[in-house]
């Protein structure tokens, strides 16, 4: 008989982890009669903020808008440039450009898939020509793992620049100590139903410690208005989290730090199953992993994906192409002069496995066995020489 699918993410069974307690806040907010920025918001803001150790959270309708709201609320404008990566969710970069500022794409660090600090050096004492006045750095703290924030930071308060933390696939994760979202000027978070901390929709909230940004944010969430309702201090837009996202993140909330000790045993499984014949992602003292995705890398990445998909076991790649070679960017989009050779590289030999809180043991082992079988076919799976 054959086994059942595994799937790659399973939201589904995230809500029938907690299926009463979420319809229950649906059906309260249902009778309350206030579907936009209420009680359940303004608790959740509170909440949220409260757990990621930030002063203030601001909801708004999507990570994407979280990252637009960020930098406007920094005064980040037209002819200004904001360097990021490319190896991330193209959100990061599209939110630079619909700020009209220029986004400058910086590689990755070949163990960690983030920002590579040094490269980020280069590009700051060395700008590629043409670039205007580089006003902020968002880090992506891809998978869950955070950037490595200690050398990013010091970069950036060293050319006195503003540094958003981009904490779509991180809720929980910490550096340092520090939680994700608590060390930059601001933090972005996306509750797109996959994510560590997902709605039944969209959403996102951007944090922050400092009262001015919270309130300049509060303000270009909802067409600008600031003391009086219909009367714009500024131009801002609509982007509010609604009622009944909110009610339902209050509730997952309350499972966030279970459902990342999960992510992480898990993680730990699949290490000691595949560190042989794969490389299985890095750790650091320093970092308490979330694992949104656990990530693999491996030259015989497509043909082990299709074994795994006839064994009917799924997975994903995050990402396929980099954004600078997608159609929307390649060729006009601002890169560092010393390239994004890593960035190039692991679109090309990087694996999601399956990765959710409801995942079972016997599923691990059984994407283990599935992915040893194949290997021993394929021969080998390991990294070029010279890598664990
Ligand atoms: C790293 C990263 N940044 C930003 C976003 C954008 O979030 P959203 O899909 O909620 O707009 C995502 C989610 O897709 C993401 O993974």
Not at 262 to 275: F, Q, S, V
Request: hydrophobic share 45%; glycine share 10%; proline share 6%.
């Amino acid at each position: 008989m054959a086994l059942p699918p595994v799937p790659q993410n399973d939201p589904k069974a995230a809500y029938l982890a907690q299926r009463a307690a979420i319809d229950a806040a649906i059906t309260r907010t249902l009778e309350s009669g206030w579907y936009i920025l209420g009680k359940e918001t303004t608790a959740f803001e509170a909440e949220f903020a409260a757990a990621v150790g930030c002063r203030h959270g601001i909801g708004v309708g999507s990570g994407t808008d979280a990252l637009i709201l960020a930098l406007r609320a920094l005064g980040v404008a037209e002819g200004d440039a904001v360097v990021t990566v490319s190896h991330t969710a193209v959100a990061t970069v599209a939110a630079i450009e619909l700020t009209g500022a220029t986004p400058l794409l910086v590689d990755i660090d070949r163990d960690t898939y983030t920002m590579d600090p040094a490269a980020l050096a280069r590009v700051l004492a060395a700008p590629p020509p043409g670039i205007g006045r580089i006003a902020a750095v968002i880090a992506v703290h891809l998978y869950g793992r955070p950037a490595d924030l200690a050398a990013i930071g010091a970069l950036t308060r060293r050319h006195g620049l503003r540094l958003i933390e981009d904490c779509a696939q991180s809720h929980g994760a910490r550096f340092d100590g520090s939680l994700a979202g608590s060390i930059g000027d601001l933090a972005c978070f996306s509750f797109y139903p996959t994510k560590n901390l997902g709605a039944l929709g969209d959403g996102g909230m951007v944090t922050t410690r400092d009262d001015a940004l919270a309130a300049e944010l509060r303000a270009l969430r909802e067409y600008g208005w600031r003391g009086e309702r219909y009367v714009s201090e500024r131009t801002g837009m609509n982007s509010r989290l609604d009622e009944l996202q909110a009610a339902i993140l209050r509730v997952k909330l309350s499972r966030l730090a279970a459902d990342n000790e999960r992510r992480r045993a898990l993680a730990a499984r699949y290490d000691a199953g595949l560190r042989d014949i794969l490389t299985v992602p890095t750790r650091d003292q320093r970092v308490e992993h979330a694992f949104h995705q656990y990530v693999v890398r491996t030259p015989r990445r497509d043909p082990l994906r299709a074994a795994l998909g006839e064994a009917g076991i799924g997975s994903a790649i995050h990402y396929p192409v980099p954004i600078h070679l997608q159609p929307a960017y390649r060729g006009r989009i601002a890169c560092a002069p010393s390239g994004l050779a890593e960035t190039e590289a692991a679109a090309r030999e990087i694996l999601s496995l399956p990765m959710y809180p409801q995942l079972g043991e016997a599923a691990i082992d059984r994407v283990v066995e599935a992915m040893t079988e194949a290997l021993a076919l394929l021969g080998g799976g390991t990294s070029p020489p010279g890598r664990p």
